[in-house]
């Protein structure tokens, strides 16, 4: 795979797993970062033996938010001219792949809404979570008063946004904003043994699924309903329907072939 400044992508057999590597700056999301990360899912996406992804930073900080000092010296002008950051930031949102991220210590401002622009957030016992954007005069701006709202309701987001208050990762699964909590040590382990289960199921059936859940976003309860019934109903087109209920009734393990 190609090599980044602020990025190292690995493969775990089916599974990419993309580290942002920024240690000097707790991994604040700076320009190249960013532009180097959506370089990175564009190859993910673009390779048929990559089945998921595991998007992580280290064991200090996961992502400390947006670069403070490149933002400082901006105007308004600029940000919008510019559209700052935000087609960047909205890869991760928009991949069709499964992405899982795998939070270790901070992930603040931008980092913590990156991490929601996953699919799902494993976290270590070590993660905090926050929304900081307050106490430097600005406020989230990539999804931290949209997607924190609808993982936690309006009480919670208001809690976290209005006061920057950091919440640790036991407060983070209560209110369902991460997954599942694991141990440190074994979080990258345990996130890349996710991904590759999901990887080893029929792809087209993964992508519809996660397709339909987060239709559960974006639209009324009855055309979600409407439009996951449509996806069901084609999942019967795929030889991983096929091959995943023969093997069910042969009592073996299905071998999808991902078509
Ligand atoms: N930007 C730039 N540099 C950072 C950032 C950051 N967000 N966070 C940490 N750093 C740097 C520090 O400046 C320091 O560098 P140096 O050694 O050169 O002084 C280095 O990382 C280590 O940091 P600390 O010494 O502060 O480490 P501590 O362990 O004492 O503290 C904290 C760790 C609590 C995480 C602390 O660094 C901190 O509060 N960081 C800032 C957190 C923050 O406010 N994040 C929100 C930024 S705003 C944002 O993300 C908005 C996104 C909007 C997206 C809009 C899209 C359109």
Aim: glycine share 8%; hydrophobic share 45%.
């Amino acid at each position: 795979m190609s090599t980044y400044n602020f990025l190292i992508v690995e493969r775990r057999g089916p599974v990419a797993v993309i580290t942002l590597n920024r240690p000097k700056a707790l991994n604040a999301l700076c320009n190249e970062l960013t532009e180097e990360l959506t370089a990175a899912l564009d190859v993910t996406e673009a390779d048929d033996s990559i089945g998921a992804v595991v998007l992580t930073g280290s064991a200090k900080a996961f992502a400390a938010g947006a670069d403070i000092k490149e933002m400082q010296p901006k105007s308004f002008t600029d940000v919008y001219l510019e559209d700052f950051i935000t087609a960047s930031w909205e890869r991760a949102s928009t991949t069709r792949k499964p992405i899982i991220a795998a939070v270790a210590g901070y992930a603040l401002g931008g980092g913590a809404e990156l991490a929601m622009s996953c699919d799902m957030i494993i976290a270590a016992d070590t993660a905090k979570f926050g929304q900081p954007e307050i106490t430097i005069g600005i406020l989230p701006g990539a999804g931290g008063t949209q997607r924190l709202t609808r993982a936690v309701g309006k009480s919670k987001a208001m809690d976290m946004v209005l006061t920057g208050r950091t919440i640790d990762a036991e407060e983070a699964e209560k209110i369902g904003l991460v997954a599942r909590i694991v141990s440190a040590d074994d979080l990258i382990e345990e996130a890349v043994a996710i991904a590759q289960k999901i990887a080893g199921f029929s792809r087209p059936s993964v992508l519809m699924a996660k397709e339909a859940v987060n239709s559960a976003f974006e639209t009324t309860l009855a055309e979600g309903m409407r439009f996951e019934r449509r996806l069901f109903h084609a999942a019967f087109a795929t030889d991983g329907q096929t091959e995943g209920m023969a093997a069910f009734l042969d009592k073996r393990k299905p071998t999808f072939n991902h078509r």
